[in-house]
């Protein structure tokens, strides 16, 4: 069964400081992984998307790593901000004649407090 | 136009009633979809139309019943719901079904309260 996990569940760091958030998948065969970032209330907002030749993508202060060998990914979040307080959510698509069928990680939720 | 719009923002209806959530995208995409999501919970894909035709139902309620009358609109009409169908409800759109790398995009939902 295709799986995506997700660690932490949560964390709360001060701003300023630097976090890495986890993402192991089984999903296969493999298309790409997706990091969003999900205010409360709000819909995902896409931060990085790589198939599995690519081992890393900045996308300003986050860069989003994969190896697709181990099957494991992180997100890692520079210099923390306020507003960096929420969801984010590994996003494994899976190269299938499904087509689009995303599994879901069940999100690491973020709290950066001053 | 990169957007996914979705309206209204926050529906609070009675069981009895009868609305309809909206979902709009002008970037070309032939994939829509409706999404469930609870809090805490990662969304959960409730329908997928692929060229206007609906390809996938995954076993939702019928008093949940969807429509895409083009290529760039999709609703979701809710009639008799529960107060458990209370949810942030986010539609997407994509590119097509196969094109998986390109343009998966979710609206900002709509959060209903059934009351």
């Known amino acids: 069964k295709n799986q995506v996990e997700q660690s932490p569940q949560s964390l709360i760091i001060l701003e300023g400081k630097n976090c890495t958030l986890q993402c192991n998948y089984t999903v296969s065969p493999f298309s790409n992984l997706r990091w969003y970032k999900q205010d409360t209330g709000r819909g995902p907002v896409s931060l990085t998307i790589m198939t599995f030749s690519e081992n890393t993508k900045s996308n300003g202060r986050y860069t989003a790593t994969l190896d697709a060998d181990t099957k494991q990914s992180s997100l890692h979040i520079t210099a923390s901000q306020l507003s960096d307080s929420a969801s984010y959510i590994c996003?494994?698509?899976?190269?299938?004649?499904?087509?689009?069928?995303?599994?879901f990680g069940g999100g690491t939720r973020l709290m950066v407090k001053p | 136009d990169t957007e996914v719009t979705q309206t209204p923002k926050h529906l609070v209806m009675g069981m009895t009633n009868k609305k309809s959530l909206k979902c709009e995208q002008h970037m070309g995409h032939r994939a829509m979809y409706w999404y469930k999501q609870k809090a805490k919970k990662p969304p959960e894909l409730m329908f997928v139309?692929?060229?206007?035709?609906?390809?996938i139902n995954e076993s939702v309620p019928s008093r949940f019943s969807p429509e895409c009358p083009n290529s760039s609109l999709l609703n979701l009409h809710l009639h008799a719901l529960q107060p458990e169908d209370s949810a942030l409800y986010l539609c997407?759109?994509?590119?097509?079904?196969?094109?998986?790398?390109?343009?998966?995009?979710f609206g900002s939902g709509t959060r209903l309260t059934v009351v």
């Open positions: 996003v494994v698509t899976p190269n299938n004649n499904a087509g689009n069928m995303l599994t």
């Open positions: 139309y692929s060229y206007e035709k609906l390809s």
């Open positions: 997407a759109s994509s590119q097509d079904r196969v094109g998986q790398y390109y343009g998966y995009t």
